[in-house]
Structures are given as C-alpha cells and as structure tokens.
Nanobody, 119 residues
Framework: QVQLVESGGGLVQAGGSLRLSCAAS????????MGWYRQAPGKQRELVAT???????NYADSVKGRFTISRDNAKNTVYLQMNSLKPEDTAVYYC?????????????WGQGTQVTVSS
C-alpha cells in the first residue's frame, strides 16, 4: 500500500513564502512523475507544477517565477517552494505521484494541505 503525506501548509501574509513537502511511503521501487495540484473553494483542481524522475519541470503560468518544484528520489519526496505568495494562491494543495508496479503505473494522491494567503 502506497501513501503520500503532505506537510508544510499554513497561513502566511501576501509576499511571504512556504515550503510544501510530500513523502511517499510503502511498497515503492521507483516513482515516475510527481506533481502538485491545488483546488480553491468553488473551483476545479488545477495543475501547479510537475517534475519527472529525471528532473524536468513544468509550471502553470500563474506560478512561473514564484514557485519551484524539486524532488529527492532517495527519500521519495517532492517539494514545492512557494515565494511571493498572493491571496489567489489560497487553496488546498495536493501531491500526486505516478508509481510503476510491474507493467502498470498507478496514480496516487495525498490528502491535501491547506495554504492560506492573507492580503
């Protein structure tokens, strides 16, 4: 059984920073792509950033230049450094990971961590 556990959310003033972490545990040999998504009240879940096992990254236009995604493959952990936070970044942030098992690849999600940015 694989679990993703996020941490690092909280309340911060506009212009501040937060660092989210997501650790994967369980029966894991390797992890393919990992990513962060967010969902604000009344809105659909949206992509924030993704990172491949080789380190290639992709960002939503709204966070480019402010957020940085990284990963530590030895720790099965993905991070999201969020700088220059804005009130519109307020959302529940979810970690996502694609984990192979034999010839299949399974999609796992964390439980979410709340990020609130006050103006």
């Amino acid at each position: 059984q694989v679990q993703l556990v996020e941490s690092g959310g909280g309340l911060v003033q506009a212009g501040g920073s937060l660092r989210l972490s997501c650790a994967a545990s369980g029966s894991i040999f390797s992890i393919n792509a990992m990513g962060w998504y967010r969902q604000a009240p009344g809105k659909q879940r949206e992509l924030v950033a993704t990172i491949t096992s080789g380190g290639s990254t992709n960002y939503a236009d709204s966070v480019k230049g402010r957020f940085t995604i990284s990963r530590d493959n030895a720790k099965n952990t993905v991070y999201l450094q969020m700088n220059s936070l804005k009130p519109e970044d307020t959302a529940v942030y979810y970690c996502n990971a694609f984990i192979p098992n034999g010839i299949y690849e399974y999609d796992y999600w964390g439980q979410g961590t709340q990020v609130t940015v006050s103006s």
